[in-house]
């Protein structure tokens, strides 16, 4: 799995590619958790346009940047997901986390924006 970053205002955008298994879902958690800590809002998009497979260790490392967002008063934004991933997400009940836009340009206006508290 290989990781894209880019920002859009001060929206961390983080895009993965590939499959998030086992040890690259590790690498997927520092990163995202790196990203949160590095910006005030704590607010970081999740581009899954690129992303195959997710496993339990992904959806680990996702409610763990969750976590770490909220404990900032942030939010975590996802975009481009993928019908299996969004069943595996809905089954596990992990739903309510994360925030589901339907494009880039609504996320990061959403996440410039809005805090929760």
């Known amino acids: ?22 040890t690259a879902a590790s690498d997927l958690q520092a990163e995202l958790i790196s990203r949160v800590n590095a910006t005030d809002d704590a607010c ?6 690129h992303v195959h497979k997710i496993d339990s260790s992904g959806l680990g490392a996702l409610v763990s940047a969750y976590i770490e967002a ?11 997901v993928g019908g299996n991933i969004r069943n595996l997400v809905v089954r596990s009940r992990l739903i309510r986390l994360f925030e589901y836009f ?5 996320a990061v206006a959403s996440l410039s924006s809005d805090t929760w508290y």
Do not use: C, S, W, Y
């Open 1 to 22: 799995m290989t990781t894209l970053i880019q920002m859009k205002g001060t929206v961390p955008i983080v895009e993965p590619t590939g499959n998030i298994l086992g």
């Open 70 to 80: 909220r404990q900032k008063h942030g939010r975590i934004g996802i975009i481009n």
């Open 102 to 106: 339907d494009t880039e340009d609504a």
């Open 44 to 49: 970081v998009l999740i581009n899954f346009a």
